[in-house]
């Protein structure tokens, strides 16, 4: 571990942009960052080029990387997944479930809890089984069920404490008993995969974050996700505005965050700069999606269940040609959504911030604060990776 660092440069965080600023680590933690004439010892010489250093990334929606899928069951390729997604940027991750079978449910959720207690990633999202069959997605539609009280008591023991959000449509049968018993244990519930009308999806919203704010003691977490807004839901229309206009009220009255997958595939640009200029950068979560073909070429993959292609970086599922999941990194989609128009400050915002405070993680990630973690993602004046610090170690340096 580094026991002393200093770094000079450009800071790009949610409270500040500096053009000139240090950031000091010492035993794996921020001691300084701030302006560089507050800074009280010898001031270094700028990085090589105007290097910039933002908070490490945070990633609420990951499926796998680097040729391993978080729903096979491995614990080792999941722990290469995982490195490799830290190495690129992404120091903080929830770990994403696909639908399955029961006990591939349970097995799954029982390895991450595993990687978890590792240290290797922040917890669980479980995307699935309690998803709309006409919104499957790249979901198998066989495996889709109305929520189940015995299969959730059997998921919650499997996960334990690091089951930290699930993916639900609001219109299923069952579905507001299991947002309330989710939100009571400081789960996360995210509206996704829906058919919902606007009335539906919004009541689902504003029952998840009262059930929330309830157990925030514990927690810390208080705001429900919307899982990848516009995808795997019907298109915003005017006399039937289901549940897009319902999430984008719901952000822009701070109630919810929307998961956005910038990555250029999922979204068109100008759909990504609208919702950032609509709802504001503290009420959305930029995502990846991403999935085993992550970091690697072009190929056939596996997502869950379901055969992937993967052609021009687009994944798709074998028959039906659905998304697939991304295989885009969070930094990617971070200079993607600048090249479309976003700021960069609103851009890491979205990026760090407020994923770190939806996993109640705000004084351990997203941000560099005296006293945090040193998760630091170094940049070039072109936003090209330069250097990662995951906790205060390198796990990427720029050769």
């Known amino acids: 571990m580094n026991s002393e660092l200093t770094l000079r440069g450009r800071i790009v965080t949610a409270t500040m942009d500096l053009p000139d600023g240090v950031v000091t680590v010492d035993g794996g933690l921020v001691t300084f960052a701030g302006p560089a004439p507050d800074f009280p010892g010898v001031l270094p010489e700028k990085g090589p080029g105007g290097q910039i250093f933002v908070p490490g990334l945070v990633d609420l929606h990951c499926h796998g990387a680097y040729g391993s899928d978080f729903s096979e069951g491995d614990l080792d390729g999941a722990s290469r997944a995982a490195r490799y997604l830290h190495s690129r940027g992404t120091t903080t991750l929830l770990a994403s479930v696909v639908t399955g079978t029961q006990p591939d449910l349970i097995r799954n959720l029982g390895m991450l809890k595993e990687l978890a207690e590792q240290g290797l990633v922040a917890g669980s999202h479980l995307e699935g089984p309690f998803l709309s069959r006409q919104q499957c997605g790249a979901h198998d539609p066989d495996l889709l069920i109305n929520p189940d009280p ?65 157990a925030a003691d514990s927690h810390g977490r208080i705001r429900p996700t919307v899982t990848h807004l516009f995808n795997a839901m019907p298109p915003l229309h005017h006399r039937s505005p289901g549940p897009v206009s319902a999430s984008l009220s719901a952000a822009r009255a701070g109630m919810a965050v929307v998961e956005l997958i910038g990555d250029g595939v999922h979204l068109a640009p100008e ?94 990630a997203g941000d560099l604060r005296p006293g945090m973690p040193a998760d630091i993602v170094i940049l070039g004046q072109d936003l090209q990776l330069a250097g990662v610090l995951r906790r205060g170690e390198w796990v990427h340096e720029a050769g």
């Open 150 to 214: 015995a299969l959730v008591t059997e998921l919650l023991e499997a996960a334990g404490p690091s089951l930290v959000s699930m993916t639900l449509a609001a219109e299923l049968p069952g579905t507001s008993d299991l947002v309330d018993q989710l939100s009571a244990l400081g789960i996360v519930p995210s509206l996704g995969h829906t058919a919902a009308e606007h009335m539906t999806a919004a009541a689902f919203l504003e029952r998840a974050a009262a059930g929330l704010r309830s």
């Open 271 to 364: 759909t990504v700069k609208l919702v950032f200029d609509l709802v504001g950068a503290d009420n959305i979560a930029l995502v990846t999606d991403a999935m085993a073909a992550t970091g690697l070429e072009d190929g056939q993959y596996r997502l869950g269940s379901l055969s992937v292609t993967v052609s021009g970086g687009v994944a798709r599922v074998d028959g039906t040609g659905a998304i697939a999941g991304g295989t885009a990194t969070l930094l990617d989609v971070v200079r993607a959504t600048v090249a479309a128009g976003v700021p960069l400050q609103d851009a890491v915002t979205s990026a760090s911030a407020v994923p770190a405070s939806v996993l109640g993680l705000s004084t351990k």
